[in-house]
């Protein structure tokens, strides 16, 4: 029978009395594999769906008590092979490995016509093609990685298919073969108790040409009454204590080192006790040659102190009175018979005391030493004092450094700048006291001085003096601050203004008044005496004209620097501040503001209006023109502003005669916010909504917060956007997405997110377009083929329309006549079906479709399909000879046909 097949027995039966029926088969659970039916008459046996392991031979046993009858049936069952035996991998090297196995068990009842072998690497999951149709159960792989490792995997193949897989358990490295490594080295025992014994070893001298992954460690237990070694561990570390010992029992101990390939001999102990053997802690300080350490600055330092006992002491290193600290700088190391203080690139910090502590249970001992470091000088301790300065001199003076370095300090060497450090000028490099008087300076250039300490091994690091002004000791004043007009009519302009913030280092004498007209070059005095105060009226100016107006600080240096010269001011009556300047409109970015005309308008029309603002909240607050030209309007509504911060506002009136009139008085402080609250959305739809493909989706939420909310529409993590089927709608305060020809792919869960400064809010509505379902998953498998009939297999559809798959339609075309389909079945509810009732030999093509409530979807499209048995007519045999001739007989031979049409040769016709 072919796998897949029924295997049915109907035989009848008889006998007085009527006799116990027994079927039974080697290696098959028959009452799990095959339904049994028996009468009194007959017993019938059917396997529904046979595979290999039901080839064999099947027995029927009848008996009662006048005796036993048994019938034996011999079944071969046309199946893919079972997996091959004796999977085996040997002669590994980094590229290469050579895989052997046997034929499998269970040919499938069709000859072995080759092998397929696959292999991967033990990390991944997907296998790869070494080679197919391997006649030979021998095979060398030669496209290994060195250092990865593999599994591999053989299948039988024979005319039915690939067969069962036979795989590797445990995966192998891709390397050339090692020897064995040396024995461990420096075998030694560190440590006695009666209850553990502590071990050490070192590294072999040779690896064996792998690196060594573990140690073995065994215990020979002498008091035993037949000693045996026995395994403790298998370490990589170097270091290992037996615990499980007796006290007082005597033991020998041995130590080998492993590979990837090979074990080495082994390193053996002398016999030991195992009972307490205690010993204080020794230091051995032999290494110093004294009690310090002396060395030079920027080399690497390592002290390495010896000790002993038992058991093994604890060692901390300290220095001063503190444990020390390490770091990549200064760090410690230690074994189990020394340790050793590393230094790298000594620095002075490094200089001081430096102890060794070991302890155990015994007793304790501490060393200790110090560290010299010699080197340059430190820097001279200051501050660098100025004693005296002139346009030409200056006398500075330090003390001596705390660190000389080891050395005595020999000289001090003073340098000078005058571009702030830039770059330095040696003054003297051999100056032996703690003072100096530097001449020849530029007057008024601005030093600064740096003195460092010297010894035999160099300079040192400086010190420097702050900005010194080769100058007398005082200067003329800054300029005087906050200059304003204050007052103006057609004579006269009164100034006032606030005292230099400098002034110059002497007392000041007053301060002088100069003016010019506006387009003038030449400033000419205001006043010929030396004002006392910080006000001053200007008078006969001329009517009309503009002058600009600037003051200037007297000390005993001389006259100071003048001030900035006021804006041009027009000798002319004032024009009034405007009136009842107020706050209407405050948002979060904008400021509205509503004044009334000034009372007086300085005899000429007020033609216009300038807008001041000045930010409260700016570390230093200044008023601000809002606007280019003139506003001629009485309100304003200022834009830009910062969200949160405070504003002050003032206007001024401007007449025709380009008078330009006082600042009214500023509003009071305002800050920028709107009125807010947070988002909210109210669903105008259901939150689940269904749809038929080519219809319109409308989704509407009303909308409301203060400001109004950014909005945004997605699907899924796309963002919807304007389209030829994508519209948006805003409309009293309700947001709407419309999408025109609903296909499949617009179902989904739509999202409206809204965010304002005050909050967000979102909300989801569930959409499904429903349609036809998708063309069913192939190809179409066609098997069981004989000359009437085949079954199909496929998949499921991907999409099902959104609605469940109901059934499937099956049509034919016989491809006599192309295009021509008739139905098979539309009630087929599984994705397999035997269709019946073809003619021998015709071709055949075959098409499925997926239905639901909406229809049928697109076909999937069978390749042609011949209606004949998969197996045909065998070959002749070879031509017969004759041998063995009497005259009443002759012996006939021939050979096998060289096919066999696809079916096992029954017999011949001769």
Not at 54 to 59: E, P, Q, T, V, Y
Request: with cysteine; glycine share 8%; hydrophobic share 35%.
């Amino acid at each position: 029978v072919m796998a897949g097949d029924q295997i049915r027995f109907y035989i009848p039966i008889k006998g007085k009395p009527v006799p116990s029926v027994t079927w039974e088969k080697e290696d098959s659970d028959l009452e799990n594999r095959a339904e049994i039916d028996t009468t009194d008459t007959d017993t019938q046996l059917v396997i529904q769906s046979a595979d290999r392991r039901d080839a064999g031979r099947f027995s029927l046993t009848l008996e009662n008590d006048s005796g036993t009858k048994s019938v034996g049936i011999n079944v071969k069952v046309i199946d893919t092979p079972g997996a091959p035996t004796n999977l085996k991998v040997r002669d590994v090297t980094k590229n290469a490995a050579i895989v052997s196995w046997g034929p499998p068990n269970k040919d499938g009842g069709k000859a072995i016509s080759g092998y397929n072998l696959q292999k991967k690497e033990a990390s991944m999951r997907m296998w790869s093609t070494v080679e197919e149709n391997l006649y030979k159960t021998t095979y060398r792989v030669k496209t290994l990685v060195e250092g990865n490792q593999y599994l591999f995997r053989v299948m039988a193949v024979n005319d039915i298919g690939v067969g069962e897989p036979a795989d590797t358990i445990e995966p192998i490295m891709a390397m050339d073969p090692v020897e064995p490594p040396q024995p461990p080295k420096n075998l030694k025992i560190t440590e006695i108790t009666p209850f553990s014994i502590g071990l050490s070893w070192a590294k072999p001298d040779y690896d064996g040409g792998s690196r060594v992954t573990s140690y073995v460690v065994e215990k020979l237990p002498m008091s035993a009454e037949f000693p045996e070694w026995e395994k403790c561990t298998a370490m990589s570390a170097t270091r290992y204590t037996v615990t499980d010992v007796v006290a007082h029992d005597e033991y020998k101990f041995r130590v080998f080192a492993q590979n990837v390939g090979a074990i080495s001999e082994p390193a053996e102990t002398e016999p030991v006790v195992a009972k307490e053997q205690l010993f204080a802690p020794e230091l051995d300080m032999s290494s110093l040659h004294g009690e310090s350490v002396t060395v030079k600055e920027g080399t690497n330092i390592a002290i390495k102190i010896g000790f002993s006992g038992t058991p093994l002491p604890k060692l901390v290193w300290s220095r001063g009175l503190g444990v020390l600290r390490e770091s990549d700088h200064c760090l410690t190391k230690t074994n189990h018979e020394s340790t050793t203080l590393f230094i790298r690139k000594v620095q002075k910090k490094d200089q001081g005391s430096y102890s060794v502590s070991a302890e155990n249970k015994v007793g304790q001992q501490q060393a200790q030493f110090n560290i010299n470091v010699l080197g340059r000088p430190g820097p001279p301790v200051g501050p660098v004092e100025i004693e005296e300065v002139s346009p030409e001199t200056a006398t500075i003076s330090w003390q001596p450094p705390l660190d000389d370095g080891g050395s005595a300090v020999s000289n001090y060497v003073v340098e000078k700048s005058d571009n702030r450090g830039a770059s330095w000028v040696y003054v003297s490099a051999g100056v032996k006291r703690t003072s100096l008087k530097i001449t020849k300076l530029t007057e008024n250039a601005s030093y600064i001085f740096r003195v460092s300490a010297e010894n035999k091994y160099g300079v040192g690091k400086g010190i420097t003096s702050g900005v010194v002004v080769a100058k007398h000791p005082y200067d003329p004043p800054s300029p005087p601050r906050n200059l304003k007009v204050t007052e103006v009519n057609k004579e006269s302009a009164v100034l006032k203004w606030t005292a230099p913030e400098d002034d110059g280092g002497s007392e000041l004498a007053g301060y002088g008044v100069e003016k010019r007209e506006r387009g003038g070059q030449k400033w000419m005095r205001a006043v010929r005496y030396v004002l006392k105060k910080c006000e001053f009226q200007a008078t006969g100016l001329t009517e009309n004209a503009e002058y600009e107006f600037r003051v200037y600080a007297v000390n005993a240096a001389g006259n100071g620097k003048p001030c900035d010269p006021t804006p041009p001011v027009r000798i002319v009556d004032p024009v009034s501040p405007p009136q009842d300047v107020r706050v209407t409109k405050v948002t979060r970015a904008s400021v509205s503001l509503h004044w009334y005309k000034p009372r007086t308008d300085g005899g000429s029309r007020i033609i216009g209006y300038m807008v001041e603002r000045m930010n409260v909240k700016e570390e230093k607050p200044k008023w601000v023109l809002v606007h280019t030209g003139v506003i001629n309007d009485i309100e304003y509504t200022v834009k830009g502003l910062i969200s949160g911060d405070r504003y002050q506002f003032r206007v001024t009136a401007k007449n025709a005669a380009g008078v330009i009139g006082e600042c009214s008085e500023p509003t009071p402080a305002v800050v920028c916010k709107d009125d807010i609250a947070p988002p909210k959305l109210d669903l105008k739809v259901k939150d689940k909504i269904q749809v038929d493909e080519g219809e319109t989706i409308k989704l509407t939420v009303g909308v409301a917060g203060k400001p109004d909310p950014d909005l945004a529409w997605t699907r899924g993590r796309t963002t919807l956007m304007k389209a030829d089927r994508v519209r948006f709608e805003m409309a009293q305060k309700a947001y709407s997405v419309i999408i025109k020809n609903a296909v499949r792919a617009d179902s989904g869960t739509y999202v409206l997110s809204a965010k304002n400064n005050s909050g967000a809010a979102d909300v989801k509505i569930n959409v499904t377009v429903i349609g036809k379902p998708s063309k069913p998953i192939g190809p179409v498998k066609v098997s069981d083929k004989t000359p009437n009939s085949c079954v199909l297999t496929w998949e499921k559809p991907e999409d099902d329309g959104g609605l469940p798959i109901s059934n499937f339609l099956v049509e034919k075309c016989d491809m006599k006549a192309p295009g021509q389909w008739a139905k098979v079945s539309a009630a087929v509810r599984k994705t397999s079906y035997k269709v019946t009732k073809l003619t021998a030999n015709c071709t055949y093509m075959f098409r499925i479709s997926a239905v639901n409530y909406s229809g049928a979807g697109e076909p999937l499209m069978s390749e042609a399909v011949v209606a004949t048995w998969p197996f045909g007519v065998p070959t002749a045999p070879g031509k017969p000879a004759t041998s063995d001739v009497t005259k009443e007989s002759a012996t006939a031979t021939w050979s096998v046909p060289e096919e066999d049409g696809g079916s096992e040769i029954l017999g011949y016709i001769l």
